[in-house]
């Protein structure tokens, strides 16, 4: 019941954005893009559409927690659709366990969507405007190329390498800035009955949380990816599970439940069909996913998204030792390496260009270095 209420939610979602696309148009309802906060309230103080929708879903998170995320997202539907798909194909990846789901968006939205915008806001004139229809519903979005290749790889082939949701527990920037209010939320799923410790909530969980432990060592769901989807209530057999208000005064919180606990995760281990833990290589994960995005974040026309979704497939199958023979495994490492060296080079020297002739007026040199290597522009 829960997950066809879900899906209609979803699809009645879809159908709000062809009307804004076919209908309304964008003069009167512009971008809603997330990106909006940051590009158009942080960065110049403009309100618009976008930043209005960003501001209700985070009113709305710190009341029901990340609906936003389980019940109105496009690209968790997109997701959500890629896991259907290959459980059709009769292809189910294990979710990936790892402690960068907690760290890496937060990361990426720290890195490339406050600290840039901010900066820009204190050194030049910040004033509140209000403009509902600022930008043109496309404006963040890439062209058919670029938009395709995103939509492949964050949608689908992440699902296949990382698990279910791998981009909303990876990359998604808007979930991690959901985090917060998400900690705070009045709504929680919480233990109101007896659990037996079946682990069913675990396995219907499609972010890849620990459910039985935390209601078990919290008595609610701690974890600030929950996107209140209801799932585990709904698989719940003994009903030891609701969507449960507390008066936030009586709520006992603390910063370790939303830190991850470094045994937190054996019960979904134990469970190897379901799951498989990187743990152990999270920092080289880390290190690698960070050099490879940054070598190709920007060339070519590609987006944040598509680098570290590049990035992070690619930093997977160097570390994953399961996935295939020794020989194969190195002829892969060494061309993923030598493709990724190749593009930070350009990355480089881009930056060293400009740095050189930003300093003087050479307008045709500095051009050509920015054109280099060439966007592939919207068609
Ligand atoms: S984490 Fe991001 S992509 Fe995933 S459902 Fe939330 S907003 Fe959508
Ligand atoms: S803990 Fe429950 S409500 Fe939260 S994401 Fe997992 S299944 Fe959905
Ligand atoms: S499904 Fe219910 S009974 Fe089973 S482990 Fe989860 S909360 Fe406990």
Redesign the pocket.
């Known amino acids: 019941m829960v997950q066809k209420l879900r899906i209609f939610s979803l699809i009645f979602i879809h159908i709000l954005i062809l009307l804004h696309i076919f209908y309304w148009g964008d003069q009167v309802v512009g971008s809603v893009d997330?990106q909006e906060f940051f590009h158009s309230f942080l960065k110049h103080g403009v309100i618009n559409a976008g930043v209005l929708l960003v501001l209700i879903a985070f009113i709305i998170t710190l009341i029901f927690g990340?609906f936003?995320?389980g019940w109105a997202?496009h690209?968790?539907a997109v997701?959500e659709l890629s896991w259907f798909i290959l459980k059709k194909m009769n292809i189910k990846p294990k979710t990936i366990d790892s402690k960068l789901v907690t760290f890496l968006p937060l990361l990426i939205l720290v890195h490339l969507y406050i600290i840039p915008n901010l900066f820009f806001a204190n050194n030049s004139s910040w004033n509140i405007s209000i403009k509902l229809n600022e930008h043109s519903i496309w404006a963040f979005l890439p062209g058919i190329v670029i938009g395709s290749l995103t939509f492949i790889i964050d949608g689908f082939l992440i699902i296949y390498f990382l698990g279910r949701?791998g981009?909303?527990r990876f990359i998604?920037p808007?979930?991690a800035f959901?985090k917060l209010p998400n900690s705070l939320a009045l709504f929680k799923v919480r233990k109101t009955g007896t659990c037996t410790n079946c682990h069913a909530c675990n396995d219907s969980c499609p972010i890849g949380i620990d459910v039985n432990y935390e209601i078990n060592k919290h008595k609610k769901v701690t974890n600030t990816n929950c996107?209140s989807c209801m799932l585990c209530i709904s698989g719940c057999p003994s009903n030891a599970l609701s969507y449960a208000y507390q008066n936030p005064l009586k709520e006992e919180i603390s910063l370790s439940h939303y830190m991850p606990a470094k045994n937190k995760i054996n019960d979904l281990i134990k469970k190897k069909n379901h799951f498989e833990s990187i743990r152990n290589q999270d920092w080289i994960y880390l290190l690698l996913i960070f050099l490879f995005a940054n070598s190709i974040d920007g060339l070519y026309g590609i987006g944040h998204f598509l680098a570290y979704g590049i990035a992070i497939i690619a930093a997977f199958i160097i570390i994953n030792n399961k996935m295939h023979t020794l020989l194969i495994k190195y002829a892969l490492t060494s061309i993923i390496i030598l493709l990724f060296a190749f593009h930070g080079i350009i990355k480089i020297n881009i930056y060293l260009g400009n740095q050189y002739y930003n300093n003087k007026d050479s307008t045709f040199l500095q051009r050509t270095i920015q054109d280099y290597a060439q966007k592939m522009g919207k068609y």
Do not use: A, I, M, N
């Open positions: 997330f990340r936003f995320c997202c690209f968790g997701q949701k981009f909303c998604c808007w979930g959901l996107t």
